[in-house]
């Protein structure tokens, strides 16, 4: 089977897996152990991971908190907001109401990291407000700046999106809420590897905090950050749990060296890829220098190969999601009129892709985010959601065409 899912997770690259085996088992110690060469070897070993992630991301690495993956680091940074709590708490208790609720702004294009954490807030008193996404699933930067109140203590907006591969406008959205003094989350994971990230750009870094997990990008599944600024006024950040006071005392726990090693070495294989003046330009999301890409042409040109072939073979396909040339490189979503879209999940027999809609309940829910974009249920059902890798092959995307065609003929017959 052909795997094309790398939305949903990667293959831990080789060289990644290698530099963790020796922490599994020679290099066995706990990182907070003082008293002995095995704790100390670990702490450097974490140590050397978290100076790999910060480069990657140009940052000072003691901005990186280390986390179970990005679901923590969501809900850590938006949980994690005292000032949020603080101030979602009414100061008569017991009311359950307060006169000025903080309010925190997200969109309908999230992920559920960060979507149900907004619904919990929102029980809690938070006055939350979700801002719809265009047809592409992009931001606009003018609703963020019309939603914000004196309130408004936090913005969360995904720098791409995981389904469509939209890159939301994180730079100006950035600049909107430093002016207004709000703080910015962003949930980068889709974009990790992908498309440049640079938390220092020239004209000030717009964003505050920002979560990671490795095994989007050839890392191991587990390990994740969240990234806190921390060259201004101290963020408020409160810990999920309570315990030893690891990560700055934001993150209490045996930190896991063996991951965090596979995290570092994923990230320093995504940092040495940027090399070639072609691609994505930096300047699309972070507003840093253009001659900062990364080599991502040879997966987007696979990509194209792909979409054109479909094209050329089958009527009816719709494109979900801006140009090709406006989203991450590895990302195709597109929907297939006039066929039922479980039928056509089944009968794909050869390749591992995502479908459009969540098979994680009972009864098959349409994407949320294509829903968001204004996309019918019947044709979010009948999507297919396509992630590259560096490890997809010209021959590998020949099969899927070939397979996709003779699935929709079948099915349209
Ligand atoms: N955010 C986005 C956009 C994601 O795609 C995912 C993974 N599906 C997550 C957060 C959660 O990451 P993790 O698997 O590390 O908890």
Not at 106 to 129: F, I, M, Q, W, Y
Not at 215 to 220: E, I, L, S
Not at 301 to 314: G, V
Request: hydrophobic share 40%; aromatic share 4%.
């Amino acid at each position: 089977m052909i795997y094309l899912d790398n939305h949903a997770t990667t293959r831990v690259a080789p060289e990644v897996l290698a530099a963790m085996l020796p922490y599994f088992t020679e290099e066995y110690g706990n990182a907070a152990s003082v008293n002995h060469a095995f704790g100390w070897r670990a702490a450097e070993a974490v140590e050397r991971a978290r100076e790999q992630i910060a480069r990657l991301l140009n940052c000072p690495k003691d901005w990186i908190v280390f986390t179970s993956g990005a679901t923590e680091a969501n809900n850590l940074a938006i949980k994690g907001l005292r000032r949020m709590g603080t101030l979602a708490r009414p100061s008569g208790e017991g009311t359950g109401k307060s006169a000025h609720p903080p309010n925190f702004i997200t969109n309908t294009a999230e992920h559920p990291s960060v979507l149900d954490v907004a619904k919990r807030l929102k029980r809690l008193g938070t006055d939350v407000k979700i801002l719809p996404v265009d047809r592409d699933a992009r931001v606009d930067p003018q609703q963020v700046a019309d939603a914000i109140k004196p309130e408004t203590a936090l913005v969360s907006v995904m720098l791409a999106n995981n389904e469509v591969g939209t890159i939301n406008p994180l730079a100006e959205i950035g600049r909107i809420c430093r002016e207004r003094g709000v703080l910015l989350h962003c949930d980068a994971v889709p974009a990790v590897g992908k498309i440049p990230i640079d938390l220092q750009p020239a004209e000030g870094g717009p964003v505050d905090l920002l979560s990671l997990s490795a095994h989007k990008f050839h890392g191991p599944k587990g390990v994740g950050a969240l990234v806190v600024r921390r060259d201004g006024p101290r963020i408020p950040l409160d810990p999920l749990f309570d315990g030893g006071g690891h990560e700055q005392h934001l993150r209490s726990g045996t930190l896991p060296v063996p991951l965090i090693v596979g995290f570092g070495a994923a990230c320093e294989m995504a940092r040495l890829n940027r090399s070639v003046s072609e691609g994505i330009e930096a300047n699309d999301v972070t507003g840093h220098s253009p001659s900062l890409t990364l080599r991502v042409t040879q997966i987007a040109a696979l990509r194209d190969h792909l979409w054109q072939s479909l094209q050329s073979e089958l009527e009816g396909l719709s494109l979900n999601g801006p140009p090709l040339a406006e989203r991450l490189p590895n990302n195709l979503n597109f929907s297939v009129a006039g066929v039922d879209g479980e039928a056509l999940m089944s009968s794909l027999k050869e390749i591992a892709v995502s479908s459009g809609s969540a098979c994680s309940t009972a009864e098959p829910e349409p994407s949320h985010v294509l829903r968001a974009m204004g996309i019918s249920d019947s044709l979010s059902r009948a999507s297919l959601r396509f992630g590259l890798s560096r490890y997809t092959t010209e021959a590998e995307i020949d099969v899927a065409v070939a397979e996709v065609v003779r699935a929709v003929r079948k099915l349209r017959a």
